[in-house]
């Protein structure tokens, strides 16, 4: 196909035209569809119904009853399960509630009211700055909103963030105090961080000395195509001295059921301390019963692999189709630029600048819901508006097949509208 | 029995004698006895274990999976079922996590870092003062202390807080901010607020526009006698313009599954938009497959209430023998106050003045731990050292009859040491 951009007036109009009968068409089928969020789709879900099984012993391997008060840091055995699956100390973890989101919320908390160990509470300073790299995850950008911090975009590169705008950034301004990182299959591109840029964000010199990388390790099972691993940041972090540096996070939303599963927070020795001392002022424990069912129901961490190698299974033709109606639409046509993911949950595509609001418009308004256009920036400002994330997870193949023709008209639409701006007579 | 105090030096030593022979022989049987925490005993738990079971449908009412993610305030029938049960709208409450306790910690949170609505933040200002009705509830002063407020203790009356004593503290000084209430069967003492208690504490005038009410009602359908019933606060305070006033907790920690059951908040309509609009940065939904199995298990508020008769039945006679067992010991004695409780989880003893830290030291020596003495004031200091509560809710009538035999012993020997101090010849 040609570059669109060369097309003249008289041709953009008439694609202008044929696309705009086709999405005309499309719409008075009244569709309903939605890619907006990371969800798994009900075969996925199904693969989990095991948790729904009776419970039929409920002592812990301590003889603990999990039925009632009590083990404020999880059960044992369900933090060796997660030690062995991810590498983490066992000692390094508090293995808590539903939402991985709430504890990163919860660490926020912490930071702000009472303060990194040895430091001020962050509401206390003028100023706190918070690294985005962008296109990121919407609900890590918010929970720093939350707080009033200032979000700072930072580009995302195919090795993670941009490391050299990173440490410019670090370096001299005693505010800038953390940065948000999905290490494996970044929401939304599906980037894999590179070794170096792992033991960059682990060992470089900060202005900060409470400086805090937000690891949200949440893909860090989920491999699509072929499988991924990341250096171990708490490793490298610690041997560095900068322990306390890594707030790390997980969570079995993507594995089973999302907030119906566990989730992790894993740090230096300093900030465990910190935050089980918090923790036992907020509550008598967390949810045991569910933490012996993920145990019994997982058996060891080779049952999560195994689990997760039958998720990517029904994951991959997803990501195939997606990957592939781009390339039938757009290859050659200069209209959308895209990355194949390396796994995770998410396509993420670039249209032409000024073009992305647009395209999610024409879409919901033929029923196809998108992720909102600029959400993947901080304040949901894309200052080039152009990226979208596509979520192929939950629709079927061919409500997949459906969204992605009905794209593709948007897109062209959008596109065709934005070039006959400036097109030549 | 005689008054103790009135017995010459003589006869308290060879009382001391007496029973500190007891006492050894006890210690040599090796208990180990946990009067500690308001816990329930695997009967109890066991009534629940229909909460176990396999979960055969897990679509809601309006088709929700709820494997999935979503429904950030709680399922709508579960909502409902906790409305009909405790009189509160629907679309007053937030049903979320597995703890009131960590929903309590929550409010905290919002009102030090964010602010009551129209106010400035909590941890902006000189100083917050908290109520504390004493005897109370060691986990809530902890939350207050926890963000730095200055707990304050205000006497408990048989009508619940001292209200003249309440009244006179928040009607000049704007830096008292709340007060911690337990109004049914409060813990440890089992009061019953009364109706002009509740009216007052939902009327009264505060200097400060943003005084709260943290209304934990842990123990509303936890009924072991006679059945009681207390104002309905959000009402009352609404009607006289303070419906913000009120933050109401409940759970079903121990309706069914301390820790692995359904936390509430309940309140006016500010706060809850406002706890609504940061719940929404912090999770994408509480586990709802709890709430459905709570809203499958009990059907409807009838239900409930007839799940806590047979829990009434379990705890009866253990309050019973712990209440025949002070009777026995003690009537006439002068060595111990006691009022029955209503109803609840504990039976509230007072020693004379610098025993209770003994008495609990002598029992915990022996193998019988108790609620460490002065818990149930701010700070863990009782100013008369001499309330103890008694969680006889989780040993066996047995264990209990053991361990309120050796608390007699405790009791006597305490007693007759500080009695020697002063005695005459």
């Known amino acids: 196909m040609d570059e669109w951009k060369e097309f003249p007036r008289g041709k953009l109009a008439a694609l202008l035209d044929e696309n705009r009968r086709a999405y005309d068409e499309a719409k008075r089928r009244g569709l309903k569809l939605d890619l907006s969020r990371g969800k798994p789709s009900p075969d996925v879900l199904d693969l989990s119904n095991g948790l ?3 419970l039929d012993s409920y002592y812990a391997e301590d003889g603990t009853d999990v039925r009632n008060y009590g083990v404020a840091a999880g059960l044992p055995e369900c933090k060796r399960l997660f030690s062995d699956l991810l590498g983490i100390p066992a000692d390094s973890m508090i293995v808590g509630g539903n939402s991985s989101l709430s504890h990163m919320y919860q660490v926020f908390s912490v930071l702000y009211l009472f303060g990194p160990p040895g430091h001020a509470p962050w509401c206390k300073r003028g100023k706190v700055k918070i690294l985005c790299p962008c296109p990121g995850y919407d609900r890590h950008f918010s929970v720093a909103e939350d707080f009033g911090a200032e979000l700072v975009a930072v580009p995302m590169t195919e090795d993670g963030p941009d490391m050299a705008a990173v440490e ?3 370096i ?4 800038v105090k953390g940065i948000w990182c999905v290490p494996l299959y970044s929401n939304p591109q599906g980037v894999v961080y590179s070794d170096e840029t792992v033991m960059r964000l682990a060992t470089m010199k900060t202005a900060a ?4 990388v937000f690891w949200d390790n949440a893909y860090g099972v989920h491999h699509v195509f072929e499988e991924h691993k990341i250096a171990d940041i708490m490793k490298l972090a610690s041997e560095a001295g900068n ?3 890594v707030c790390y996070f997980f969570s079995t939303s993507k594995l089973n059921f999302p907030g119906g599963g566990v989730g ?3 740090s230096g020795p300093e900030n465990i301390a910190q935050m089980s001392a918090h923790i036992s002022k907020q509550t008598i424990g967390y949810d045991k019963i569910i933490q012996l069912r993920t145990v019994r129901f997982f058996g060891n961490a080779e049952g999560i692999k195994a689990h997760m190698r039958k998720i990517g299974d029904i994951l991959r033709p997803k990501f195939e189709l997606v990957l592939a109606a781009l390339e039938r639409d757009f290859a050659g046509t200069g209209l959308v ?5 390396k796994g995770g949950y998410f396509v993420s595509i670039d249209t032409l600048d000024g073009c992305a609001k647009r395209v999610v418009a024409l879409a919901k308004d033929a029923g196809a819901v998108l992720t909102g256009a600029g959400a993947t920036y901080p304040y949901k400002r894309d200052p080039r508006d152009s990226n979208i994330r596509i979520a192929p997870t939950y629709p079927s193949l061919e409500e997949l097949r459906e969204t992605m023709a009905l794209l593709s008209l948007c897109v062209r639409i959008a596109s065709a509208e934005k070039l006959l701006e400036t097109a030549r007579g």
């Open 168 to 170: 410019k950034l670090v």
């Open 172 to 175: 001299d301004d005693e505010s």
């Open 337 to 341: 630029k895209w990355v194949k993911p």
């Open 209 to 212: 000395t409470d400086f805090r």
């Open 243 to 245: 322990a306390e540096r």
């Open 264 to 266: 992790l927070f894993a």
């Open 52 to 54: 729904l099984e009776r």
